[in-house]
């Protein structure tokens, strides 16, 4: 039911609304894969933007009738991520992690639900009602994962004991994507090998220290960081 009532009013024929801010010239393969995953198991329709996030949000915000304006998003950051210095205990509320969007954005409410949840894995139980509700609505900003799920715990043991679909990439090294011009295998994860041999990566959810979780975000020639 929230699912078809969230597509409704998202104008996606009844499937659940996700904002994609696609990258066409540089985009992974395994990521549209992924959303093709998500499309098929969930019903997701994607509604695509190659703009800013700022300016995205201001088009889906101010959209004419009979398109029903979007009010709040659910964001897949963590603390410590990029741009999440101004979220902090003196502007959002502890537990409902609502902050409103900057003076200079289009007016809508940001919403957290994995703001304190960590990298590596933790205890976490999943039950049945979680497995079959989580993705409640997802927003998909480069590969950024949105769960309707207001507890804390770990993105890793959430993911692998729901045995939720994720990017392939994170089986290969990856410990975060952004695109093939700024993302390479975590060298924290690099297996020996026999010299000569081709290199090879343990999983994301190896990674044992995980400040070093966007350490492979880099620039490479012809990129940017």
Known sequence: MLKRHQGDKFGCDGGLGVLYFAQPAVEFPEILELMETYRGAYGVQYLEYTCSFKDGMKALV?????????????????????????ISADNIHKSDHFQASSADWPVFMRIYPVLDWSYEQGK?????????????????????????VSVSTSVWRFMRTCELPYCSLYDVGYTSIGNINNTVPNKALEMEVESGAER??????????????????????????
């Open 124 to 148: 976490y139980k999943c039950t049945s009602y979680v497995h079959s509700n989580f993705v409640g609505y997802l927003i998909l900003f480069n590969i950024s994962y949105l769960f309707c």
């Open 62 to 86: 101010e959209r004419p009738p009979p398109a029903v304006p979007v009010k709040g998003v659910f964001l897949g950051v963590r603390r410590g991520d990029p741009g999440t210095d101004s």
């Open 200 to 225: 090879r990566y343990r999983p994301a959810y190896e990674l044992e220290d995980p400040s070093l979780e966007r350490c492979n975000r880099v620039s490479k020639p012809g990129g940017k960081s």
